[in-house]
């Protein structure tokens, strides 16, 4: 059972009546503790919620302590912000909890991955690596810097597998110590699966070429960035997109749900959460409750099928 606190005011909103606390279920520092603290430090400096909110981190488990805490708690002034790691953890069996066992209440922000090889490389198209996986998928190892069945991973399965590579061969290297990029650049791993921003810094230097990115369509806001060929326009039906976005407890009300959507849709359109997005390079992606729930049912079925396919998922 949920925990009841809040209150109904004369209009008959749901109001908090305490601080709210936005869980980062990781470690200082890294993309969900960075949104979260914006999200907060914007949130208090426009004024756009009736009660303070704050930022804790609950690391540990790929996320998976943070949702526990969450869950257990079942309360309306705790929150959590999340990426597609919800989904690996979950469906890797790492976590007994996954997206659908809390509430989704926005999402505020996308990011893009990138597939980069070496500035020398065969290769100057997605189309062109792709052709010569479908004839020899095992002659391409592929480097990322997530652990096998999870995001770079299975960006770059998802693009393979929508050019009829059999993904069942694809040699997929995880290097979780940064030397990811190194790799490609000696020669020694053929192609790298990473964020476009890292690609780009690269590839800005000339030591790489970004073969595709998996954003939907084209960046804008930057010259160099501009010029990366999405996968679609390769004739590749495949997008990937690095959501970061934030859920509630399971048994959020009606009355709850509205009260948060309102500040976090306040929150997306205000200039200085767009300042915020262009210092980092973040796109503007907010999505309601309702096309938030609608968008990860089916990025979970396609990740799903696929990691089914490789053998991740013990029925």
């Known amino acids: 059972m949920p925990v009841q606190t809040g209150s109904i005011n004369e209009f008959g909103e749901w109001e908090p009546d305490r601080s709210i606390e936005i869980i980062a279920p990781s470690a200082a520092g890294g993309g969900w503790d960075t949104t979260a603290r914006m999200l907060a430090r ?31 708690r079942n309360d309306p002034h705790n929150l959590f912000i999340s990426s597609p790691p919800i989904h690996f953890v979950a469906l890797n069996g790492q976590s007994p909890y996954g997206y659908d066992d809390f509430t989704p209440i926005a999402n505020l922000i996308a990011d893009y991955g990138a597939f980069a090889v070496r500035a020398d490389a065969r290769w100057d198209t997605l189309d062109e690596l792709f052709e010569e996986m479908r004839e020899t998928p095992e002659s391409v190892t592929v480097v990322g810097h997530s652990s096998p069945g999870s995001m770079d991973h299975m960006q770059f399965i998802m693009f393979a597998d929508a050019a009829g590579v059999d993904i069942t061969k694809i040699r997929y290297i995880s290097d979780q110590e940064g030397g990811a990029m190194t790799a490609v650049l000696n020669g020694s791993i053929d192609i790298v699966s990473t964020g476009v921003s890292d690609a780009a810094e690269q590839a800005r230097a000339g030591k790489m ?6 954003s939907p369509e084209r960046l804008t ?3 160099y960035l501009e010029t990366l060929p ?6 590749i039906d495949a997008e990937f997109i690095v959501w970061r976005g934030i859920f509630g407890p399971p048994d959020m009300s ?21 300042r915020i997005r262009n210092m980092y390079g973040w796109d503007e992606r907010f999505m309601d409750s309702q096309e938030f729930k609608a968008f990860l049912d089916e990025q979970s079925d396609e990740l799903e099928a696929l990691l089914n396919e490789l053998g991740f998922i013990r029925n």
């Open 42 to 72: 914007t949130i208090d400096e426009e004024n756009l919620a009736n009660r303070g909110f704050g930022v804790v981190n609950k690391p540990g488990g790929g996320g998976a302590v943070g949702w526990a805490y969450i869950h257990k």
């Open 209 to 214: 070429k970004v073969l595709g990115i998996t």
């Open 221 to 223: 806001g930057d010259e």
């Open 230 to 235: 999405t996968g679609r326009e390769q004739g």
């Open 254 to 274: 009606d009355e709850q749900l509205a009260y948060y959507e309102n500040i976090f849709k306040n929150t997306s359109e205000s200039e200085s959460f767009e």
